[in-house]
Nanobody, 123 residues
Framework: QVQLVESGGGLVQPGGSLRLSCAASGHTPRVYAMGWFRQVPGNEREFVAAITWRGGIPYYTDAVKGRVTISRDIAKNTVYLQMNSLKPEDTAVYYC????????????????WGQGTQVTVSS
C-alpha cells in the first residue's frame, strides 16, 4: 500500500509563511502527478496546486497564484507546498494526493490521499 503523510501545518499570523511536506512510503508505483487540495467544513474540497512528477510542470488555482510554490524531490518521494503571504481565508485542512493519470487539477483522478494537516491563519 502507498501511504502519504503530510506535515508542516499549524498556526500562523496573516502575512506569514508555511511549508507543507508530503512524503510517500510503501509501494510507490509510477506517479503522474501529486497535488494539494484543501477543505473547510461545509464546503467542497478545492484544488490548490499540483505538479507533474516527471516534468515538474506546476498548476495553481487563481486564489493562491503568486503566493504559493509547489515543488518535488524525486529522490525523497516528497512534494512540498511553500505558502507565503497567508490570509485568513487560506485556513483549511490541506490534503496531499497522488495520481497515476488524468488531469492534475481534478480530484477524481487521484488514487491516494493523505490524512490532512490543519492550516490556521489568524492573528
Amino acid at each position: 500500500q502507498v501511504q502519504l503523510v503530510e506535515s508542516g501545518g499549524g498556526l500562523v499570523q496573516p502575512g506569514g509563511s508555511l511549508r507543507l511536506s508530503c512524503a510517500a512510503s510503501g509501494h510507490t508505483p509510477r506517479v503522474y502527478a501529486m497535488g494539494w487540495f484543501r477543505q473547510v467544513p461545509g464546503n467542497e474540497r478545492e484544488f490548490v496546486a499540483a505538479i507533474t512528477w516527471r516534468g515538474g510542470i506546476p498548476y495553481y488555482t487563481d486564489a493562491v497564484k503568486g503566493r504559493v510554490t509547489i515543488s518535488r524531490d524525486i529522490a525523497k518521494n516528497t512534494v512540498y507546498l511553500q505558502m507565503n503571504s497567508l490570509k485568513p481565508e487560506d485556513t483549511a485542512v490541506y490534503y496531499c494526493a497522488a495520481a497515476n493519470t488524468g488531469s492534475p487539477t481534478a480530484a477524481r483522478f487521484y488514487n491516494y490521499w493523505g490524512q490532512g494537516t490543519q492550516v490556521t491563519v489568524s492573528s
